[in-house]
C-alpha cells in the first residue's frame, strides 16, 4: 500500500507561483505513472498532469503552459511547479496513480490506484 502526503499550498495572488510536493511511500514509486489531481469546491476531482516512469509528462488543457510536473524518484517525491496561477486553480491538490491511465483522462475524473492523503490547499485570490 502506497501513501502520499501532499504539501506546499497556500494563498497567493494571481499571477504567482507555487511549488507542491507530494512524498509517497513505498518502493514501488519510481515505476509508477503519477498524477496531480485538484478538487475545487462543489466539483469532482480532477486529473490536471501526468509523469511517467520515463519523465514523459501530459496535462489538462486548463493548466498546459503554465503547470510542470515533475518527479524525483531518489526520494519518492512527485513535484507540481504552478506559475500564472488564476483564481479558477483555487482547489485542493492531490498525487495518486492513475489507474486505468488513457490521455482522455486528463481534465476528468479517474480511478485511482491507492487511497487519498490529506491533501494541500492552495488558494489564489487577491
Known amino acids: 500500500q502506497m501513501q502520499f502526503v501532499e504539501s506546499g499550498g497556500g494563498l497567493v495572488q494571481p499571477g504567482g507561483s507555487l511549488r507542491l510536493s507530494c512524498a509517497a511511500s513505498g518502493s514501488m514509486f519510481s515505476i509508477y505513472r503519477m498524477g496531480w489531481y485538484h478538487q475545487a469546491p462543489g466539483k469532482q476531482r480532477e486529473l490536471v498532469a501526468v509523469i511517467d516512469n520515463g519523465h514523459t509528462t501530459n496535462y489538462a488543457d486548463s493548466v498546459r503552459g503554465r503547470f510542470t510536473i515533475s518527479r524525483d524518484n531518489a526520494k519518492n517525491t512527485v513535484y507540481l511547479q504552478m506559475n500564472r496561477l488564476k483564481s479558477e486553480d483555487t482547489a485542493v491538490y492531490y498525487c495518486?496513480?492513475?489507474?486505468?491511465?488513457?490521455?482522455?483522462?486528463?481534465?476528468?475524473?479517474?480511478?485511482?490506484?491507492?487511497?487519498w492523503g490529506q491533501g494541500t490547499q492552495v488558494t489564489v485570490s487577491s
Open positions: 495518486n496513480v492513475p489507474s486505468p491511465y488513457n490521455p482522455r483522462d486528463l481534465g476528468h475524473n479517474t480511478a485511482t490506484l491507492y487511497n
